[in-house]
């Protein structure tokens, strides 16, 4: 069952919104050579202490942090620690939560670590950062969670090839509905598959939290020995961008973007909704 959310619900989802917002810049500024892993996820900690809010990563199925670090290969759930130090030409992806009165807010960015990024790893997050929005854009009363995933697909389909052949959109992980839990229903792909139908209709109070995540390579994975760390099959770099959206009469409100998601929507033709945090 899709859990959906009432105006006043949604509004204390952009409160956890603007948290991970705020982990996301804190930790962005501090993702430079020499940093470790580690220390991005202290200054998680502190960011969220400050804001009075909880880590909704933090003991999920014993995870023990409250950001995940993926780097360069790594797609995602990469754990933090004191002997992955980031080096110049890095790219790294941070994945942040955050719980504020038990609603729950996640997104993720991929950040460049220091300079002399290749061209296609600047591109490849270009992409998949880009094939996020057309998804969000496509968050609209009337459409169904089918016509998010096409809208990520043909966003990345329609774009050149890189060296290296072709983009892969990972396969075994996806979108997922948000709320008074950090992932719920729908299960939402990045990619369209007649096995899936066309999914529920998207409704006032609908809430997804929409991650494209895209390789250099393969659209397969592994994961490693500990259980979390995702990795390509082959080796590739990959990107992974993720906001929390929610549906409302008057359209869509990115809950993680500081905006609202205003600026980026009006490129493809949509209206942000009022943002409830700006209100009197």
């Given at each position: 069952m899709v859990e959906i959310k009432t105006p006043e619900q949604i509004a204390k989802m952009r409160e956890a919104g603007l948290v991970v917002a705020a982990v996301h810049a804190a930790t962005r500024e501090a993702a430079v050579p020499g940093a470790t892993?580690?220390?991005?996820?202290?200054?998680?900690?502190?960011?969220?202490?400050?804001?009075?809010?909880?880590?909704?990563?933090?003991?999920?199925?014993?995870?023990?942090?409250?950001?995940?670090?993926?780097?360069?290969?790594?797609?995602?759930?990469?754990?933090?620690?004191?002997?992955?130090?980031?080096?110049?030409?890095?790219?790294?992806?941070?994945?942040?939560?955050?719980?504020?009165?038990?609603?729950?807010?996640?997104a993720a960015y991929t950040a460049f670590v220091g300079t002399g990024h290749a061209p296609e790893l600047i591109e490849l997050s270009r992409v998949t950062e880009e094939s996020m929005w057309a998804g969000l854009a496509a968050m609209k009363l009337g459409n169904r969670l089918v016509d998010i995933s096409k809208a990520i697909e043909s966003y990345i389909r329609r774009q050149p090839r890189p060296a290296t052949g072709k983009y892969g959109i990972i396969e075994d992980y996806g979108g997922h509905g948000i709320g008074s839990e950090m992932h719920m229903d729908p299960h939402l792909l990045n990619y369209v598959t007649r096995k899936r139908g066309k999914g529920p209709k998207l409704v006032p109070g609908f809430c997804l939290a929409i991650e494209p995540m895209?390789?250099?390579?393969?659209?397969?994975?592994?994961?490693?020995?500990?259980?979390?760390?995702?990795?390509?099959?082959?080796?590739?770099?990959?990107?992974?961008?993720?906001?929390?959206?929610?549906?409302?009469?008057?359209?869509?409100?990115?809950?993680?973007?500081?905006?609202?998601?205003?600026?980026?929507?009006?490129?493809?033709?949509?209206?942000?909704?009022?943002?409830?945090?700006?209100?009197?």
């Open positions: 892993t580690k220390d991005l996820d202290e200054v998680s900690r502190k960011v969220l202490a400050e804001h009075g809010a909880k880590s909704n990563f933090l003991g999920y199925g014993g995870f023990p942090a409250t950001i995940c670090t993926s780097v360069n290969e790594v797609v995602v759930h990469g754990i933090p620690d004191e002997k992955t130090v980031l080096k110049d030409g890095d790219i790294i992806s941070i994945d942040a939560g955050a719980i504020v009165d038990g609603w729950h807010g996640d895209v390789s250099l390579g393969t659209a397969q994975t592994d994961v490693l020995e500990d259980n979390w760390t995702v990795v390509t099959t082959d080796g590739t770099w990959s990107s992974h961008w993720e906001h929390s959206v929610a549906l409302t009469e008057e359209g869509p409100l990115v809950l993680t973007a500081v905006d609202g998601g205003k600026a980026k929507l009006a490129e493809y033709g949509v209206t942000a909704a009022p943002d409830p945090s700006s209100r009197s």
